[in-house]
């Protein structure tokens, strides 16, 4: 695996671990009654989102120009981080949603 994919691999970890942190810590925020917060941490998390779709979109125009893209155990890892975190963000606004319907009442 050459350093370009390791950069791409850990970029798309590390932005998408904070983008799960992020939705965490938006459901905590809710829990609590703290739906403004948790809104923010929700904004916060879509942006760390965006910045490791970005690194996998390099991968995608990369591979679509014909370079074929070398598979490792990294580059799993790191769409699998991607992936659970994208979840876990839908989950999360899910969550605040219903915190703030039982907040209403």
């Known amino acids: ?22 939705a965490f810590e938006a459901i905590k925020e809710a829990k609590s009654g703290n739906i403004d917060k948790a809104r923010e941490c929700i904004e916060k998390s879509k942006e760390s989102i965006h910045k490791a779709h970005k690194f996998q979109t390099e991968l995608i125009q990369n591979e679509a120009n014909g370079n074929k893209t070398e598979i490792s155990v990294i580059l799993i890892h790191a769409q699998d981080h991607l992936m659970t975190a994208m979840n876990f963000q839908q989950l ?3 969550f605040i949603d219903v915190y703030e319907r039982l907040e209403s009442k």
């Open 1 to 22: 695996m050459d350093e370009k994919m390791i950069e791409i691999s850990f970029g798309i970890i590390g932005f998408a671990g904070d983008a799960k942190g992020l």
């Open 92 to 94: 999360a606004e899910e």
